[in-house]
């Protein structure tokens, strides 16, 4: 049986799994309300689903048509926007956001204030430090060619970024890559190598024991 607080907001059509915990001020299931040139979609939203064990904490929104997984936390004044999966174990960091149409796999760990864009994909085991800023717009709002063209990050399983670090649209961050803090990444980073600076560079390869799978 879920437990939701007095002061939690919790909208019709919900599905709460067994032991879910929604706190105080907490928001589940809210439909979006978009600015006549948004670029999101405009589909029809099913229910939010939200999985066995999973704890929305103080002031968390989670929107409709968003599907998250079991034992996940989202922290307090999180966001998770329309159409967002979140898998198994995910943690969400204090005011953390991901933005409509993303994907988050398993175990993925987002820490506090940092932006995940629309339309980006981190696979399981991602490592997302503080104020990290993901982007997916090179053309910043101008130009209808941009609507074609919107995409943000790809990053693989096990890849690390550091706090601050800011990607640019559409670059891949390889399998067990390590973006160092602050790095701007403007380009693609390879598998298994640190990169660092603005822009970021490849400095070394990853150690061998930092990694999932050696």
């Given amino acids: 049986m879920a437990e939701i607080h007095p002061t939690a907001?919790?909208?019709?059509?919900?599905?709460l799994g067994e032991g879910v915990k929604v706190l105080e001020g907490a928001v589940v299931g809210k439909q979006p309300t978009l600015s006549p040139r948004s670029t999101a979609k405009r589909d029809p939203l099913p229910p939010t689903v939200i999985g066995d064990g999973t704890i929305v904490s103080t002031g968390?929104?989670?929107?409709?048509?968003?599907?998250?997984?079991a034992r996940v936390i989202l922290g307090d004044q999180s966001c998770v926007r329309e159409r967002v999966r979140v898998g198994d174990d995910v943690v969400l960091g204090r005011g953390s956001y991901i933005e409509n149409d993303t994907t988050v796999g398993a175990l993925t760990k987002i820490q506090a204030e940092a932006y995940i864009t629309a339309y980006?994909?981190?696979?399981?085991?991602?490592?997302?430090?503080?104020?990290?800023?993901?982007?997916?717009?090179?053309?910043?709002?101008?130009?209808?060619?941009?609507l074609a063209l919107l995409k943000g990050p790809t990053i693989r399983r096990g890849a690390r970024v550091g706090g601050g670090a800011i990607l640019c649209p559409g670059v891949e961050i390889g399998e067990e890559a390590f973006v160092g803090a602050g790095a701007v990444v403007t380009k693609d980073v390879p598998a298994r190598k640190l990169v660092v600076g603005n822009p970021a560079r490849v400095l070394r390869d990853v150690p061998d024991e930092e990694l999932l799978t050696p």
């Fill in 9 to 15: 907001t919790v909208y019709e059509g919900t599905v």
């Fill in 60 to 69: 968390a929104i989670v929107f409709a048509g968003s599907a998250i997984g």
């Fill in 120 to 146: 980006s994909t981190l696979e399981d085991n991602v490592f997302i430090a503080p104020c990290v800023v993901t982007t997916n717009d090179n053309y910043m709002g101008r130009t209808e060619k941009r």
